[in-house]
């Protein structure tokens, strides 16, 4: 079983930034392929950032590209998030996800991830 908690989130306004935060539970989240999703009122949930387990690699969503930065610390167990240039359309719940399987080294697919974070609110006012 992994714990997932999230932090970080809050209300900010056009232009600002914020750095979410990520802690999981386990011995081994080095070997755990990581992301960050969203969900807007009404909206899908949908793929942010991801980064990898074996080499840091990261992916992003087009829509946040140059502005966001996915990092993890493995020494403290935690990926964060930094998002910068926040527009109000990136108003919504955040959430962390762990893949432990280890079959894929970057993970895109919600349904690919085991484990989620209960979500941090992040509202941007125009």
């Known amino acids: 079983q992994v714990r997932l908690v999230e932090s970080g989130g809050g209300l900010v306004q056009a232009g600002d930034s914020l750095r979410l935060s990520c802690t999981a539970s386990?011995?081994?989240?080095?070997?755990?392929?990581m992301g960050w999703f969203r969900q807007a009122p009404g909206r899908e949930r949908e793929f942010v950032a991801a980064?990898?387990?074996?080499?840091?690699?990261?992916q992003y969503a087009d829509s946040v590209k140059g502005r966001f930065t996915i990092s993890r610390d493995n020494a403290k167990n935690t990926v964060y998030l930094q998002m910068n240039s926040l527009k109000p359309e990136d108003t919504a719940v955040y959430y962390c996800?762990?893949?432990?399987?280890?079959?894929?080294?970057?993970?895109?697919?919600?349904?690919?991830?085991?484990?989620w974070g209960q979500g941090t609110q992040v509202t941007v006012s125009s």
């Open positions: 996800a762990a893949d432990i399987e280890g079959l894929h080294t970057i993970v895109v697919l919600s349904t690919d991830y085991d484990y």
């Open positions: 386990g011995r081994t989240f080095s070997s755990y392929a």
């Open positions: 980064i990898s387990w074996s080499d840091f690699a990261t």
